[in-house]
């Protein structure tokens, strides 16, 4: 596992691309220069995430925007470092939507369709977020989870807006997934008559229940499980103490998403259990690179299909 906290900024995994998307020789801002290098708006800075996947970005040749969307009481700026770089962000809170607003249009103007934004913030502001960068039509990675899902994809559909929505953005977790999903269509019932249990354990700062434990209960559910309430009866974690007595350990307390699917037969004689425990953030912050990268592609292509999850990311091959 990779422990939260320590620096990564200067190891590359063997393999990785490290430059944006080539220059195909295409009309438009996109493509109009060889250099010409994907530009991520980091909203959610200054979070622990949004340091994470910005340091990503530039160790893999992507820039940073210079201005970002932040919750309320944050600071008026920060900065990323990754290795020799260090990118100066300005920080927009949300005390002013129009100002917000106006941030993202000031970015699309300086950066062009070079601009992806990326949203790691919190639960509450997905919805208010996701309207705005329909709004602006500007293409989005959304990684936070929580809010009104069926809402968000509605009015990004309907604006037309490339985007990749996904609630985890692991690589091998987002292929944990899909099997799940596809044993849940070749084979459902297979489990019923089980009784489920779901135990998943977030650093304390994470305000709602995981999205990824979210969508493994629906395939669960799919299974045939005895019924299991997505929204009531996943146990969440959040106490260091409860935490350290569930395995986590103490350096990752602040950084972690440990899971457990247990799985029991009506008359207890069979348990099957799933478990995925990751400490720290890198793991995800080199998909959410894959993600923008991905949609990169996809606007440069003029992709008919607009909206992704992170197993199409997969199913193509683009995670690194």
């Not at 940073?64 to 944050?74: V, Y």
């Not at 045939?224 to 569930?246: C, L, S, T």
């Not at 207890?268 to 923008?292: I, L, M, P, Q, W």
């Not at 992709?303 to 997969?314: E, G, H, P, Q, T």
């Amino acid at each position: 596992s990779s422990h939260f906290g320590s620096s990564r900024a200067s190891v590359l995994p063997a393999g990785r691309r490290s430059s944006a998307l080539p220059s195909r020789g295409l009309p438009g801002t996109f493509a109009t220069m060889s250099s010409s290098k994907l530009v991520v708006m980091m909203n959610g800075l200054p979070g622990a995430m949004g340091h994470e996947v910005g340091q990503a970005c530039l160790r893999r040749g992507l820039d940073l925007a210079t201005m970002a969307l932040t919750g309320p009481g944050s600071p008026k700026d920060c900065e990323v470092t990754a290795g020799e770089q260090t990118v100066k962000v300005e920080l927009v809170g949300p005390e002013q939507p129009e100002k917000q607003q106006e941030a993202i249009g000031k970015m699309q103007a300086k950066y062009g369709k070079n601009l992806v934004i990326v949203d790691f913030t919190h639960p509450t502001a997905v919805n208010p977020n996701t309207e705005m960068y329909a709004k602006a039509k500007c293409p989005f990675v959304m990684g936070t989870t929580g809010g009104d899902k069926d809402k968000m994809m509605k009015v990004t559909t309907d604006s037309e807006t490339y985007a990749v929505i996904a609630p985890n953005m692991c690589k091998q977790i987002v292929a944990f997934q899909a099997t799940f999903d596809r044993m849940a269509k070749d084979f459902p019932g297979a489990f019923v008559g089980y009784k489920m249990e779901v135990v998943e354990s977030h650093q304390s700062t994470k305000a709602d229940t995981s999205g990824t434990a979210k969508a493994m209960v629906q395939h669960f559910n799919a299974l045939g499980v005895d019924h299991f309430d997505v929204e009531n009866d996943i146990k969440m974690i959040r106490k260091p103490e409860e935490q350290v007595a569930f395995g986590v350990p103490e350096d990752a307390l602040k950084g972690h998403a440990w899971h457990t699917y247990s799985l029991t037969s009506g008359d207890g004689s069979v348990k099957f259990e799933f478990k995925h425990n990751v400490c720290g953030r890198s793991t995800y912050a080199e998909g959410v690179v894959d993600a923008v990268q991905f949609l990169g592609q996809k606007i440069l292509s003029g992709s008919r299909k607009r909206v992704f999850s992170m197993i199409d990311v997969l199913s193509e091959g683009e995670m690194k």
